[in-house]
């Protein structure tokens, strides 16, 4: 009896800790329409940043088929909510939320219009997020991970792309076959070498790029075919260097496997063993 007790205490302690927690902060919801056609626009990077400093992210999503996101466990608070979105102009809105009470933020118009300018950008700090006219391109140290985090752990954190146990990288309900650093491929075409080895320090933005196809490229005529390429621009404290990883791994019969990845780049070479 005195078990159970104790047991009933444990689960109702863990309980009133839960809902205290949950009571301190909100969910906020809403949809992304397309502002000429009044559809829904999927894939949509929704963003809430801090009003003091609007370089951190306090919560992110991305929009379902019907245009409707969630952000879970915002603070309470006034935010920018920030909508983004390939060939939209980005669309802000000052929301306001209350501990424990969920915040409809109601419709956000994307407006397909003015997106031809070279960048649809906020003046002032660097925001975390910005349109150009095939470019969506996301702020990395707006995006927080642990330390000696590489590539792929940012990726992760940024809405509108997913990252497999594999490590298969999908941007905007698009596959990524081609990675990119500083404008170039990166040591082939395995997107793998560069998201899983790069470190999350080096980096300075991870544009999401609608790029043309190769034959395009090489005739000079748009044949209105694309790729979805992720392109990594490093901190130009950054840009010449090594990085790797090892990896030891213990056997039977006093036997041992090493593992050594070495990388080695500058803006015009890249190197690795």
Do not use: C, H, W
Request: glycine share 8%; no cysteine; net charge neutral.
């Amino acid at each position: 009896m005195k078990i159970f007790t104790k047991q009933l205490i444990l689960i109702l302690f863990v309980f009133a800790a839960f809902t205290a927690s949950a009571q301190k902060t909100s969910t906020v919801t809403g949809k992304v329409i397309d502002a000429t056609t009044k559809k829904p626009v999927d894939y949509a990077s929704v963003l809430i940043r801090s009003t003091k400093d609007t370089t951190a992210v306090i919560g992110s999503a991305v929009t379902q088929p019907t245009g409707v996101f969630e952000i879970k466990d915002i603070p309470a608070g006034t935010y920018q909510l920030m909508t983004a979105f390939l060939g939209y102009k980005t669309t802000r809105k000052t929301i306001t939320v209350v501990a424990g009470t969920p915040l409809n933020a109601g419709e956000m118009l994307l407006d397909p219009t003015g997106v031809n300018i070279e960048t649809v950008d906020v003046v002032g700090a660097t925001p975390p997020i910005r349109v150009k006219k095939d470019t969506l391109e996301f702020n990395a140290s707006a995006f927080k991970v642990k330390e000696n985090a590489v590539v792929e752990d940012v990726l992760k954190k940024l809405p509108g792309v997913e990252v497999d146990k594999a490590g298969g990288i999908t941007a905007q309900g698009e596959k990524i076959n081609r990675v990119r650093v500083d404008g170039k491929d990166f040591m082939g075409n395995d997107p793998l070498l560069a998201t899983r080895n790069l470190p999350a320090d080096m980096i300075d933005k991870i544009q999401i790029i609608d790029d043309l196809s190769d034959q395009s490229k090489f005739s000079g005529v748009d044949d209105g075919n694309r790729e979805k390429i992720i392109n990594i621009t490093t901190r130009q404290d950054k840009k010449n260097g090594y990085f790797g990883n090892s990896t030891v791994a213990a056997g039977t019969d006093d036997r041992y496997e090493v593992n050594l990845n070495v990388n080695k780049f500058n803006q015009n070479q890249q190197f690795s063993v």
